[in-house]
């Protein structure tokens, strides 16, 4: 089993959608968990942390299932700037500060 | 907005040849690492460095790869005798200013290495 599975995609949706991402890991000792966009050939960057309890910034929601080892990305109201791929990372030992990066889920909203 | 900045954005190099990359960490972060992405394929890492040592490393970090950091700005990644599979993208990141999130990480702009 992959240590951070996501689904591939591409997800194309039209401006406005409502569109949700899944990502699942297989440490269940896994201690903070991310979700970072990446623009083509360009560096990741830090979208949001994910925090047990769920946590929202502006259209973007992520939770996390401990049970489960599942984590969602839930972006509402879609703009033509969120295209991107989206990196589920997770950092997936204890004591560890090394991150480990899901292969992404592409995005592409449409006109 | 504080930012980790890398060197060159594109390295070309001979096969067998040595190269650095550079990199400059945010300031008042602890902790270094650098991570690569071949073209298409997932970001990896490769090793973290705190404390002026290293701190972890992947098993993609051999003895052809060395850290560094010669003084307190700098940190630099060397890749020995480069080879066809070492041309990918090197993101430099740093994390942990010692206060608030300690593992959310920022990444540089990457360096572009291409070995002909």
């Known amino acids: 089993r ?17 569109v949700a991402f899944n990502c699942t890991y297989s440490n269940s000792a896994s201690q903070s968990f991310f979700w970072y966009r990446q623009d ?5 960057k830090l979208l949001m942390s994910v925090y047990s309890s769920g ?7 992520a939770q996390l ?9 839930l972006i509402r109201d879609s703009k033509l700037s969120d295209s991107a791929t989206y990196l589920c990372v997770v950092n997936i030992e204890t004591g560890r500060r090394a991150l480990t990066f899901g292969s992404g889920t592409r995005l592409q909203v449409q006109p | 907005e504080p930012e980790v900045t890398q060197t060159p954005s594109h390295q070309v190099t001979q096969m067998g040849q040595e190269v650095i990359l550079r990199c400059v960490p945010i300031s008042n972060h602890l902790y270094f690492y650098w991570y690569r992405q071949i073209l298409g394929q997932k970001v990896e890492f490769l090793v973290s460095f ?3 040592e290293i701190s972890e490393k992947s098993e993609i970090f051999d003895d052809q790869f060395s850290v560094e950091r010669p003084d307190g700005s700098n940190f630099t990644l060397k890749i020995r005798s480069t080879k066809l599979e070492d041309s990918a993208m090197y993101f430099c ?6 206060k608030g999130h300690r593992d959310e990480a920022f ?9 002909v």
């Open chain 1, 65 to 73: 299932n401990r049970a489960s080892q599942y984590i969602s990305l």
């Open chain 2, 50 to 52: 705190y404390n002026n």
């Open chain 2, 93 to 98: 990141a740093s994390s942990d200013s010692g």
């Open chain 1, 40 to 44: 083509c050939r360009k560096e990741p």
């Open chain 1, 2 to 18: 992959k240590e951070v599975e996501q689904d591939p995609g591409p997800f194309n949706v039209p401006e406005g959608a409502t």
């Open chain 2, 107 to 115: 990444f540089g702009q990457g360096t572009r290495l291409t070995v």
């Open chain 1, 55 to 61: 946590n929202e910034d502006g259209r973007f929601t």
